[in-house]
């Protein structure tokens, strides 16, 4: 399955984005899809995950703001971002892989390229 991350962008505290990750190869809806930030220097971070059976788990620091959804119609998911925060700042990733759900980067089998977000204060 191939990955398409997009929506990233400049944004103020207090804004709103919404990721996008279009998949094609493959319907998205049989794959565990996972969102994940690094930022300048640090490791990369889980922050969201949607099953196929579309239970959701999000980072500590992003629940309540941050919600991730699948359209299987459109083999997209997605990460709408409230209420943003300069700490929210990174580039953005979505990845997929079969069977259970996980926070561990290094399972996931499918990247997408990444989309920058970053948010002034």
């Known amino acids: 399955v191939q990955l398409q991350a997009s929506g990233g962008g400049l944004v103020q505290a207090g804004d709103s984005l919404r990721l996008s990750c279009a998949a094609s190869?493959?319907?998205?809806?049989?794959?565990?899809v996972g969102w994940f930030r690094q930022a300048p220097g640090k490791d990369r971070l889980f922050v969201a995950d949607i099953s196929w059976s579309g239970s959701t788990y999000y980072l500590d620091s992003v629940k309540g703001r941050f919600t991730i959804s699948r359209d299987n119609g459109k083999n997209t998911v997605y990460l709408q971002m409230n209420n943003l925060k300069p700490e929210d700042t990174a580039v953005y990733y979505c990845?997929?892989?079969?069977?259970?759900?996980?926070?561990?980067?290094?399972?996931?089998?499918?990247w997408g390229q990444g989309t920058q977000v970053t948010v002034s204060s």
């Open positions: 190869g493959r319907t998205v809806s049989r794959y565990v």
């Open positions: 990845a997929a892989k079969s069977g259970s759900t996980s926070m561990r980067a290094i399972e996931y089998d499918y």
